[in-house]
C-alpha cells in the first residue's frame, strides 16, 4: 500500500489498537464465564471436557479474525485479495450485539470500500444485512457510507445488492431521524436504480413515497440524493405512472425553484422523463396555471449548462402536443431557443436545436421566425457538426417541415440548403441521417423553383450520389427517397441529359423498383420512366422488350402504366424507321 497521510495512519493504528484491545478483553471474559460454569455441580462430570473443547478453540479463533482483519488493514487491498477467513471474522463480528465487535465490522467495511480495487466478491454482502439492520446510529452511518462507495466506485454488482436482501434494510433507512443516514441511503437507491430490474424493485418494495418525502428534506444533501433517486427510478414507464399518484408532479415542479443546481438538474430531468408519455401531460400542465411551462423557459436562460439542456429537452417532450406548442409561442420562447443556437455547450446546441424542430411542427406560426440569420445558423451548426446524427436529423426535419411554397426561395438560396446537398453526398452518413436528409432533399424538390436550381448547378457527384442511392435498396427508404428527387427533377424535362452518365445504374434500379413488393416503388419508377421516356437518347438506351416485358406482367395497371407502354412502343416506331 503506498504511504498514507498522518490522519490516516492515525486512524489505522487506533482501530488497529481497538481490535488488539477488544479481542483481548473478549478471550478474558469468554474464560470467566467458562470457569463460572465449570464450577457448577451439573458441569462436574464435564469440566476437563469444557475446558478442552472450549477455551482454546474459541480463544484461537478470536485471535485468527481479529489478526485477519489488521493483516488486511496494514497490507491493504491491492494485492492481498480477501478470503473465507475474513468473511467468517465480518460474520461474527457483524452479527455480534456487542457494539465494539459490530463497529469494527462496519470500520473495516468502510476501509474496504475506499482501497479495494477489484469487485467485492457477493459472499461479503452478507454480514451487511445485520450492520444495516442495526440499532446503533453510528454503525448505520458507516455500513450505509461504505455502499455508497462500494456502489459509486463499481465494485459491487447492483443487482447482486438487491437479490442479497439488501433493499428493505436500505428502504428502512430512508425513515431515520438521522441526515446522514438519509443521504447515504438516497445515495444508495439512486444508484440502485440505474438498473431497470432493481427499479421495479424499488417500486414494489413502496421506495417511492418516503423519497419523495426526503425531497422536501431541509438538508440539501439528502434533498439532492432523494431527488437523483427520483430521476433514475423515472425512466420507468410504471414507475412515472406510480410518482404521478403519489403526488411527484407538483414537489418536482417546485423544486425547479430551489438554489440548487443540482436538485433544479434532476427535477427537471424527472420531469423531462415523466413528459415522455403524453398520458401525462395534462396533469403536469394543471399545475398552477401552466406554471411548470413558465418555470421551463425561465431555466432555459440558466447560467448552468446542463440545467439549461435539461429544461430545453423536457419543454421539447411537453411539446409534442399542439396545445403545448401554442402556449410557449404565446409565452414569446422563440428568440430564446434561437439564442440558444450561439452556445458553447454542445449538450445546450443539441437541445435546442431538437426543441426548434419540434415547434416546427406547427409551421404556420414558426414562419415569422424563418429568416437568413436563421438558416445561415443552422448550416453554421451542418458545419461544425459534421457525422453528428442529431444535428443533421434535427435541422433536416426542421427545414422539411417549414417546406411551404411562401418559404421555398429563402430556403433553397441560403447556405443551409448547401449543407443540406453536401451532408447528403458524405459516405460516413449513417443511414438514419441519410434518411432524413433525402426525404427533406425529395419535399423541397417538388417545388418548381428547387428543380431548376438544382439543374443549372448540374452537379455530377450529386446527381451520382442520387442515383447510387436509389440502387441501394438495403437501405428501401433511403432509395425510395432519392428516386423520388430523382422522379421531381426528370419532370422538369431537362434532366435526362445529366443521367445519362449513369444510364446503366438508372436502368437497374428502375427494373428493380418495377419488380419490388410495395406498390409505390412500381409507381416511382413508372412516373420517371413516363418522364425519360420522352428523350429519345434515353429510350434508344433502354432494353424495350425487358421493359415491356416487366410492364405486361402487372396484374392490374393503371392508366399512367398503359400510357407508357404506348409511349414505349410509339418511340420504338420512331426509332425502327430513322434506321
Known sequence: MGRLCERCAQLIQDFTNLVRKFASRVAELFKECVAMLSECCCFN???????????????SYEKQAAQELLNHMETGFYDVPVGNETLEALRIMASSETFELQNSAAIY???????????????????????????????????????????????????????????????????????????NSCACIMTLAISESNREAIGNAGGILPLLTLAKSYDPRVQQNAVGAILNLSRSERIKSI??????????????????????YYSCGSLGNIAASPEHHKAMLAIGDKFLLRMLVSLMSSSVQKVSSQACLCLNNLAS????????????????????????????????????????????QMNAFLNEEMLRHLALLMQAEKGNTVFIVQVACTIQNLCHAENIEVIVQSPCFEELLLSLMDCDNEEESLQYLVSCIAELAQYEYTQEHLIKKRDKAFIKCLVRHSAFLEHQEVAFQAATVIKHLSHAGEFAVELKPFMNDVQAYLMSFLTHPEMRFHKIAIATLHFLCKDL?????????????????????????????????NQADKLNLNE
Open 109 to 183: 467495511y468502510l476501509h474496504m470500500s475506499q482501497h479495494m480495487n477489484s469487485q467485492l466478491p457477493a459472499g461479503f454482502l452478507e454480514p451487511y444485512l445485520p450492520l444495516l439492520q442495526s440499532s446503533e446510529l453510528e454503525i448505520q452511518q458507516l455500513s450505509s457510507l461504505s455502499l455508497v462507495h462500494f456502489l459509486l466506485e463499481g465494485n459491487l454488482n447492483k443487482e447482486l445488492v438487491v437479490q442479497a436482501g439488501l433493499l428493505e434494510p436500505i428502504l428502512d433507512l430512508l425513515e431515520s431521524g438521522d441526515a446522514a443516514v438519509q443521504c
Open 321 to 364: 402536443s399542439g396545445e403545448v406548442r401554442d402556449h410557449l409561442f404565446s409565452m414569446d420562447v422563440m428568440p430564446l431557443i434561437l439564442s440558444l443556437l450561439h452556445s458553447s455547450s454542445k449538450d445546450v446546441l443539441q437541445a435546442s436545436i431538437t426543441l426548434l424542430s419540434t415547434m416546427s411542427h406547427s409551421p404556420e
Open 537 to 569: 437518347d434515353f429510350l434508344k438506351a433502354v432494353p424495350q422488350s425487358q421493359m415491356k416485358e416487366l410492364l405486361e406482367q402487372k396484374h392490374q395497371q393503371t392508366e399512367e402504366t398503359e400510357e407508357l407502354l404506348r409511349l414505349i412502343i
Open 45 to 59: 462430570s464435564k469440566r476437563s471436557k469444557l475446558g478442552h473443547l472450549y477455551d482454546p478453540v474459541l480463544l
Open 243 to 264: 410518482l404521478c399518484r403519489e403526488g411527484a408532479l407538483p414537489v418536482l415542479t417546485m423544486l425547479l425553484q430551489s438554489a440548487d443546481s443540482e436538485i433544479q
